[in-house]
């Protein structure tokens, strides 16, 4: 049965922390210190992962459902969600770089350069 957010609000931290479950694999994960992060425990050849898809109320439980569908249809397809995540970060952080690149070496930058000069 899927979480509600009367029953994610009124979820309260204890000493340890602990899981609601909102179903088929997600659930909400209760920090000690109070924060409440979306969970997806999955198995990918034969090892148990962990994909976290961001913080209780920044991601809502409709959010979270979504994103943990796609989740699980790029499982499905036999790609690993973390790894795929993972890559797209790095590429995104490398056209980061190139841009940055770019910029240093602009021709009006080259050609204060060589005026100050």
Same mark, same amino acid.
């Given at each position: 049965?899927?979480?509600?957010?009367? @029953?994610?609000?009124?979820?309260? +931290? &204890? %000493?340890?922390?602990?899981?609601?479950?909102?179903?088929?694999?997600?659930?909400?994960?209760?920090?000690?210190?109070?924060?409440?992060?979306?969970?997806?425990?999955?198995?990918?050849?034969g090892t148990e992962k962990n994909m976290t898809f961001g @913080?209780?109320?920044?991601?809502? +439980? &409709? %959010?979270?459902?979504?994103?943990?569908?796609?989740?699980k249809k790029l499982l499905a397809s036999g790609i690993n969600p973390m790894a795929e995540r993972k890559a797209e970060a790095e590429a995104k952080q490398q056209e980061v770089k190139v841009l940055q690149r770019e910029a240093d070496n602009s021709f009006e930058k080259v050609a204060r350069k060589w005026w100050a000069w």
């Amino acid at each position: 049965m899927a979480l509600t957010i009367e @029953e994610i609000e009124n979820a309260k +931290p &204890k %000493d340890k922390k602990y899981k609601l479950a909102d179903g088929g694999g997600l659930c909400l994960l209760i920090q000690p210190w109070g924060g409440k992060f979306w969970l997806w425990r999955y198995r990918f050849d034969g090892t148990e992962k962990n994909m976290t898809f961001g @913080e209780y109320p920044l991601i809502g +439980p &409709k %959010d979270a459902r979504e994103l943990h569908f796609a989740a699980k249809k790029l499982l499905a397809s036999g790609i690993n969600p973390m790894a795929e995540r993972k890559a797209e970060a790095e590429a995104k952080q490398q056209e980061v770089k190139v841009l940055q690149r770019e910029a240093d070496n602009s021709f009006e930058k080259v050609a204060r350069k060589w005026w100050a000069w």
